[in-house]
């Protein structure tokens, strides 16, 4: 095995340079249909997140015993009780948003993301890795689906967070943000159509992102030997 | 040799199908009951807005029929709650299914009192599209709120309709199937609780509703 990965690595890359809905685009199904609110997407991610990190924890926990040829049933058993817990959990203590998000908590077991990180990283880390990794890319999932769904709700219906109490309690009621009753809105981003355009731009923004940071550190690097570039390299 | 391996890997995955299912029913054991009441406080809450609860004593909730009446409820079998003040029926609350909505059906709460007259109608669950046909959520427009105290002779039941197909109820700009099919729906309810008459208030209660909603 290779040298261990650090938790830096392991964070940037569940977060940012392997983001599992932007770069591997897995787990769409939910991506599309729970997006429709800022308030949903961040729901949905950390409903993921919880479920993700459980299960890479408890497959790293028992990499040594699972033999190869049953370790996808074994995922798989593992994965659906995890969301089932959720599931009930969220029933029992966020009901109103387990009546808006409810079918999609089950769906939570088909996406391939969760058993791709059992399969990918998991198993074949140690546990405190496992966790981490969990933790990353249920964090750079949450992050995806927050902000698709505050894009698409702002452009449909001119708010943000709005409804954030059904998640968050009363206090959340703060983080709405509106335009007011006037905004006609454009319905389309609504709907499904606007799921795939504001996933592409936000693919886009993302590989636009990248490429600036590469050609900003591509032009740091001969400025050593040429001290005027070097100083314009730091002010930008 | 290959058949103690096999043997194996059927204990690993046995073993750890016994333990997701334990941890799941131990789970389940531990919030049953508050699931169960958040179902019955969301269902209270949605009553309370339907209901002159001023003028009942007893919990609808706790005095619930099922009904079979396909062809007006929309459903096989229809809950109706009954609320009372004492012996006397105060109103019903059914909750009728609409099968002709422009994206599947659509599932109603409505309270009709003793007169005939509506206490009020509710959508509790739609897949109609988004900002057009989802105007009959009360949160997001006021139309639901039309039908109160709407009953069959006001206005008289030709007059049942949307605007458009000659009614008095508002239809919303490019969605007319939604609220023509809803319109229907709640007049077909009103003819069956006026044809029921006393009887829906004189049938033998079924199981109390928190026990049903366990199984």
Known sequence: ?236 | MKTKSILLAGFVLGAFAVSGVSLVAVTHEAVDGRIADNQYQAMKRKLDTILPSERIDNDPLQDGIEVKAREYLGAEVTEVYRARNGEDPVAVVLEPIVPDGYAGPIKLLVSVLHDGTIGGVRVISHHETPGLGDKIEETKSDWVLEFNGKSLRNPPPEKWAVKRDGGEFDQFTGATITPRSIVNAVKSTLIYVDQQGEALFKAKPAAPADEKERT
């Open chain 1, 1 to 236: 095995m290779s040298a261990p990965q650090s938790y830096a690595s392991i964070v940037g890359e569940g977060i940012w340079s392997n983001n599992q809905m932007l770069v591997a685009l897995l787990g769409l199904c939910p991506l599309l249909a729970t997006t429709t609110s800022a308030t949903n997407g961040l729901g949905m991610g950390l409903a993921t997140t919880a479920v993700i990190a459980c299960s890479n924890g408890t497959v790293s926990l028992v990499r040594h015993l699972v033999r190869p040829e049953i370790r996808i049933p074994v995922f798989v058993l593992v994965i659906a009780s995890f969301v089932t817990l959720v599931e009930l959990i969220m029933q029992a203590y966020f009901y109103e948003m387990y009546l808006v998000l409810g079918l999609f908590i089950s769906l939570i077991v088909v996406n391939c993301m969760i058993i791709g990180r059992a399969e990918a990283f998991a198993s074949k880390n140690r546990v405190d890795r496992a966790l981490v990794d969990g933790l990353a890319v249920g964090l750079g999932a949450t992050l995806v689906l927050t902000t698709l769904g505050a894009l698409r709700e702002f452009v449909a219906q001119g708010t943000i967070f709005y409804q954030a109490d059904l998640l968050l309690g009363e206090a959340a009621k703060g983080l709405t943000v509106s335009l007011g009753d006037d905004y006609q809105g454009a319905l389309i981003a609504i709907l499904p159509p606007g799921a795939f355009i504001g996933l592409g731009l936000m693919i886009a923004l993302k590989n636009v992102i990248d490429k600036l940071v590469r050609r900003l550190k591509t032009a740091a690097k001969p400025a050593h030997s040429d001290p005027a570039a070097h100083a314009e390299a730091a002010a930008t």
